[in-house]
């Protein structure tokens, strides 16, 4: 039965790393192997935890972890997270028994990326928590580690600027949604920090392709420009709205005071 | 963070009681001693017969002395005479003969005495299983107390595991105080023995069924138990759903009460919830004993400065200058921790944490503190832009320790944008330029304020006069009415007090 499982985690695995992996045939491996699984003794519930048992449990642990990164190439969400919280399982609760895995700070660091990425801070700090400390200075893991950092601190050009360099292909699907929030993040702050940037400075801020890109942010946003700087003036018209909102409260304040002291004398 | 905590639990609670022996005018011998325990169980007794809890719980309050101060010598006699026989009577016995007594020289002969004694009266003494499961109780925290001998923690492990079989047997309501206080030793004695992780099952069983049997003070035991189960293990997915789903008894001890703070805070406290984290940790502190409890209090005030430094809060000088040494030694890295965050300087933060990281880890508050870099990186900020009108950027990021003056730029603009700094970017020239903090007055802000304290004097012109109006009798009838309703409520906030302070007296040994 072991074997059977291992032939076809062995498929699997080869399908995914080829250079353009079937993902509809990874997914009927997938689906085949997690039948075999549950035909295996050592998987059962309240099984004894014999030699033949862990090494069975390995085995279901390694086809998780592939059926994980078959996920992220199918950039499948709800898969994604399904797949960690059962990997989680033979990381945590069987910590005692099985060897650890060479490829658990990839899977936790991935799973602190897509925390990140969803911007679910607190379960991210949750979860890191649950991060044993000889992990935490896996490649993996202190990626995700310095980007929450960066993040918090608002270094998001040094994001932006870094993104191109992953520690591993599989973390290039939550780096791009991550830039798309840092690239807005920075629009927001540029706005209310410069009072003029020339367009080259913004292109490169905001990690943008070409200049035209910074026109159309512009003409989003509201910003002015002219020639080759762009001003953060958009608020012009704005502030004078607010002006003309205060003077009609402070008006009706002063004409509620002057009623209510004519009532009093 | 493990180790520091089981220390909370029994530290103070040895480190007290040689204190208030000294406090009191004689020490107990071992006759006074087994004269109590003796006292104690024909209390129990007749509590029971007469369903008398304030006699069971006065007994408990008791406790600690004599835990303290009995034999094993001694109980083991006690338990041979008194308890029904059962497994946990067995298992008791054998781990009691398993301790060493300790070396007094009428130890041998009290112990003869009690043979002797407890030879003519034990056919005459029909024990009640209270009594019984009393005795074995106290086995229990003895066996606890010498963990420190070899296989000591695996003994304390079997004796609590067969007091817990035996008590999930009888279902007598008059057990429950005592079953409670079973629950805490059996928790900490799997604690103390490493075998923790597997008795998670066991204690939701006793959850489950504490509740339907309306067991308030085994709910809460059992429920502090497994929330501290899942933080030991850091599981805190698992103690946030479980206190979502579990809610904490009303009727309980204070001391319950205060560990359980003690306990949300830390799940508040790792889910960005500073806040609320604080606020639990402020009424635990309250809730906890004032004297002794020194381990629970000083990780309850650890917790709360570090708690305090993340809400942007500076805590007060005062927090720090404790009577206690052991709890001010326990607090000064966090006060230069304190010192750093408050005026935010970044080369004393990151020296701080890397010299008392040992500490910092042994109270599981490392991955909070180092949450602390971004406030001590906004601070040290502010500061830079209150003293110069225009910095350049590399020295910004010299300031605080950034990688780069890009960095620093960008660190820069997102606190521009949330409100920490006023000052503007100029890119060109490399600089911040504070912008000067303009005319207040000039403002929507001084009227605004005028406008409420207006409008709090002219409301209560008006309700004056709306008053004076209807002076009539219904009013009259209304006051009379409200007047009843607040002498109720006065009543039962003394009420309250007074259980209160019942409640204070109760169960000091826990901690």
Known sequence: MTTNVRTGLADLRKE????????ERCKKLLVQLKIALTQLAGLQPAAELTADAVSELELARDVYETAVHLSILDEDIPSFERHVSLVKTYYFDYASVLRPSPRAGHLLGLNLMRLIAQNRIAEFHTELELVPTELRTDSHVAYALRLEQQLTDGAYATILSNAAVVPDASFRFFMDTLCVTARKETADCAERAYEVLDKATLVRLLALKDPEEVDTLAMERGWVVSGDTVRFGGDDAGEAAVDLELSMDLIKRNMEYAKELERIV | MVAADVEMSDTPAKAVAPAAEKASAAPPTAESILAEVKRNVATIDKAVSAKDMRLLSRVLRGTTRVRHGVAPAVLASLVRSHVMDSDAKKEALAALTALPSPASTSDADVGMDVGADVGTD?????????????????????????????????????????????????????LDALSARAFFFYARAHELAGSHAAIRPQLLVAYRSATLRRDVATQATVLNALLRNYISFRLYDQADKLLSRAPFPETRSNNQLARHLFYVARVKAVQLDYSEALTCLQQAARKAPQKGALGFRTHVAVMAVVVQLLTGDIPDRSTFRVQEAPMREALAPYLRLTAAVRVGDMSAFVDTVEQCGASFDADGTRSLIGRLRHNVLKTGLRKLSASYSRISLADVAERLLLPSAAEAEAVVAKAIRDGVTEATIDHEGGWMRS????????????????????????????????????????????????????????????QAIADGEVDDEDDGDDY
């Not at chain 2, 003494?125 to 001998?149: F, I, Q």
């Open chain 1, 16 to 23: 995914l790393e080829s250079p353009k992996p079937d993902l």
């Open chain 2, 122 to 174: 034990a056919p005459s003494s029909p024990c009640t299983p209270e009594s019984g499961a009393y005795l074995l109780l106290l086995a229990v925290m003895l066996t606890v107390d010498h963990r420190k001998n070899a296989g000591g923690s695996a003994l304390a492990v079997r004796v609590a595991d067969a007091l817990v079989a035996h008590l999930s047997q009888l279902n007598r309501r008059t």
């Open chain 2, 435 to 494: 912008t000067d903090v303009g005319d207040v007055y000039g403002g929507p802000e001084p009227s605004d304020a005028y406008h409420t304290r207006v409008t709090f004097c002219l409301n209560i012109y008006n309700e004056a006069v709306r008053a004076l109006r209807f002076a009539d009798g219904a009013a009259e009838e209304e006051s009379v009415e409200a007047l009843r309703a607040r002498l109720k409520e006065e009543q039962e906030l003394a």
